[in-house]
């Protein structure tokens, strides 16, 4: 677990190590939706790190080697058997755990835009692949999501991608129910409003998941969703948590909804990638979907 948390904090350093530089905001072009995504790469390939390739270039103040892959489906274009990628580079085997997001099953990646691969800080993307993993690489286009981790055939991003690129029209790679939305999530459960100085909520049915009786709105949480510009003590939501604790650093969020005649409107979701149906869900529906 030492070493563990020891790379974390040697790849952190590097992210970090050219901040007065900084990129306040990553270009538009490495956040487009993955519809676009799909549709505006030439070359798509799910690919093996074979090892080292033998070719160099600068990155983070030094000159590091990219790594050669070993091509084992292409989704979309021309690719060779082996390849390297520029400004892909090579990290020998480490004890980094899996950096796929379960199968990037966690709601999170999809409603918050998590990432294994975020751009520097000088807006530049230099992504770093361990050995002997397997990525799905969109080659000629850089995007925080061109270069995922995939350890298993059932992994929804690549699934969300083969669907894209055999029809580019779709509005979504990943369409699920609603009630399968919920289940992808950290946690869910109905809390009533006790006080509007966090806001504070009572938390007063729990749907899946653990929570104290009292679940605080900024207590260990950022990059969340409030939508609503009056508080009101008594006013009942429904909390959807999310989090990731196999990225760099730890990402926890939620999403929260107005609960109306004990039913819950959907589509009010912002940034969400996924398509879901339907948009609206009553509590007893709700329960019994994560039953």
């Known amino acids: 677990m030492g070493r563990v948390k020891t790379w974390a904090l040697v790849l952190f350093s590097l992210f970090w190590a050219n901040y007065a530089y900084a990129c306040f905001a990553p270009p538009p072009e490495y956040t487009k939706h993955h519809t676009e995504l799909v549709r505006d790469t030439s070359r798509i390939v799910l690919a093996r790190v074979a090892g080292?390739?033998?070719?160099?270039q600068?990155?983070?103040?030094?000159?590091?080697?990219?790594?050669?892959?070993?091509?084992?489906?292409?989704?979309?274009?021309n690719v060779p058997d082996f390849f390297?990628?520029?400004?892909?580079?090579y990290v020998s085997e480490q004890p980094v755990p899996e950096q796929d997001f379960d199968g990037h099953s966690q709601l999170g990646f999809w409603e918050k835009q998590v990432t294994r691969q975020w751009n520097m800080p000088d807006c530049a993307m230099r992504p770093a692949f361990l050995h002997n993993r397997t990525y799905l690489l969109f080659l000629d286009t850089p995007h925080w999501r061109?270069?995922?981790?995939?350890?298993?055939?059932?992994?929804?991003?690549l699934g969300a991608v083969r669907r894209l690129v055999a029809n580019p029209d779709l509005d979504t790679g990943l369409s699920l129910s609603a009630g399968e939305w919920l289940s992808l999530a950290h946690g869910v459960f109905l809390g009533e409003v006790s006080d509007c100085s966090g806001p504070t909520l009572q938390v007063r049915r729990v749907f899946s998941g653990e929570f104290e009786d009292l679940w605080s709105y900024s207590d260990n949480q950022h990059s969340q969703y409030w939508p609503f510009q009056e508080c009101i003590v008594?006013?009942?939501y429904l909390v959807v948590t999310m989090a990731d604790e196999q990225s760099l650093l730890p990402f926890y969020s939620s999403s929260v909804f107005e609960v109306s005649?004990?039913?819950?409107?959907?589509?009010?979701?912002?940034?969400?990638?996924?398509?879901?149906a339907p948009n609206q869900l009553t509590l007893d529906m709700i329960e019994e979907a994560l039953r």
């Open 261 to 276: 005649n004990s039913a819950i409107d959907f589509s009010l979701r912002r940034g969400s990638e996924i398509e879901i």
């Open 84 to 89: 390297s990628i520029e400004n892909g580079f």
């Open 58 to 77: 600068e990155a983070w103040g030094r000159q590091a080697q990219l790594a050669q892959f070993e091509k084992i489906e292409t989704l979309k274009g």
């Open 146 to 157: 061109a270069y995922e981790e995939v350890s298993s055939e059932d992994d929804l991003w």
């Open 234 to 236: 008594g006013a009942s």
């Open 52 to 56: 080292p390739s033998g070719e160099f």
